[in-house]
């Protein structure tokens, strides 16, 4: 289809690409299927590609086309990869015919998707969800992420336009030099999901916090790429410190069992959804966020929406949400002795901490999804007419 037949939503064939759909969750894909729900409502026909399991977390927004995969090696066998697309894949994609192509990660499911456009002469569209790059350090192989920024560099070249979620993103990938044109994509927060009232004392008590006890909360996948071992090591430092304090912690994951034994005294109150998660959230003291690897960080938009201060490191997608002193504090990312001083901070000033929970919550109060996914149906017109 040419650009100058493109005249309406109800124009857009849109292929999107991603490693996982639905399968685990997390925030990329949460936020993917929340994106084609919007798109659908507009009349954008859309078809979705990823690796598919037996069982998914949750049921995918629109239609899903299974690609085959494998388990992702290196002990984390809860992702699949994807090696490409395979001819049955092709025939669908084809016969879908989109005008746009849509991919949301540098693995070889989306480097295949690129080839197909650029062959294909169709419009190609990246989104940045995850600072892969950072995970090397995680895992013993920090010498790696030199390279690992390079391949991005090249790989988001490739395309039309790169969305990202914040500025200091936009910031970052110029910094790699990535010339393509970029634009934002935030991220919005359900707001009726995630409020002050929401927090529930007998809750907190049926866990074993007592009403006058602050509650320091973990919300996410357990994995060591989220800062789990910042994470215990301020914890730790609290104790030495003498400061009162519980780690509450939302989720699993596969460090689940190494992170209770370096925070032996944490409660954890496992996998929360809907607004079992909005009560977990709200029924916090303190949100502390010690990632590096976040983009945006949904968790932390969801902690200020709840009334929650937070700590979190001076990286990407923290800076661009928390404001420094007024609605929580940000560290630098591995400063133990500082993440413990701004806790203990906030834990000492009852007022401190009401104070930078209501100026997080009118903060938040911005983000919305029906305006941050617009903002992506607007980037596509702009493409396909260029």
């Avoid at 991005?152 to 039309?160: S, V």
């Avoid at 936009?170 to 994509?185: D, F, N, R």
């Avoid at 420094?324 to 993440?339: E, H, I, N």
Wanted: hydrophobic share 45%.
């Amino acid at each position: 289809m040419q650009a100058t037949s493109i005249k309406s939503a109800t124009d857009l064939r849109v292929a999107l690409f991603s490693g996982n759909y639905n399968y685990t969750r997390d925030g990329a894909n949460m936020s993917l299927n929340l994106l084609v729900g919007h798109l659908l409502a507009q009349g954008v026909k859309v078809r979705v590609y990823s690796p598919t399991a037996s069982r998914p977390a949750f049921t995918p927004t629109g239609d899903l086309v299974s690609v085959p995969a494998i388990p992702l090696p290196g002990g984390r066998s809860e992702y699949r990869l994807a090696r490409g697309l395979p001819a049955s894949v092709r025939r669908d994609l084809e016969a879908f015919a989109p005008n746009i192509v849509h991919v949301s990660a540098p693995e070889l499911l989306g480097h295949a998707a690129v080839r197909w456009a650029e062959k294909n002469r169709v419009t190609c569209v990246a989104s940045f969800h995850t600072r892969f790059e950072t995970y090397a350090s995680y895992y013993g192989a920090g010498f790696v992420e030199p390279l690992l920024i390079a391949l991005m560099r090249r790989f988001y070249n490739r395309f039309d336009r790169v969305l990202v979620p914040s500025p200091s993103m936009i910031a970052l990938l110029e910094q790699w030099g990535v010339t393509a044109p970029m634009s934002i994509w935030s991220r919005g927060i359900d707001h009726d999901r995630f409020r002050p009232d929401r927090r529930d004392l007998a809750w907190r008590r049926s866990l074993g916090i007592g009403d006058g006890e602050i509650a320091i909360g973990f919300l996410g996948r357990l994995v060591k790429e989220k800062g789990l071992d910042v994470f215990a090591q301020v914890a730790q430092e609290l104790g030495r410190r003498g400061v009162p304090h519980k780690v509450l912690v939302i989720g699993k994951g596969p460090a689940e069992d190494w992170f209770a034994r370096e925070v032996p005294e944490a409660v954890f109150a496992g996998y929360q959804s809907g607004d079992d998660l909005g009560r977990a959230v709200a029924s916090m003291d303190i949100f502390f966020n010690p990632s590096v690897t976040e983009t945006f960080g949904n968790v932390t938009t969801e902690a200020m929406a709840a009334g929650v201060p937070v700590v979190a490191a001076r990286a990407t997608g923290a800076v661009d949400l928390v404001v420094d002193g007024k609605t929580g504090f940000l560290v630098s990312p591995r400063d133990v002795a500082g993440y413990a001083d701004a806790i203990g901070k906030i834990v000492g000033d009852p007022a401190l901490r009401r104070a930078m929970g209501e100026a997080g919550r009118d903060r938040a109060d911005g983000y919305r999804w029906d305006t941050a996914n617009a903002a992506v149906l607007d980037a596509y017109f702009e493409v396909v007419a260029r």
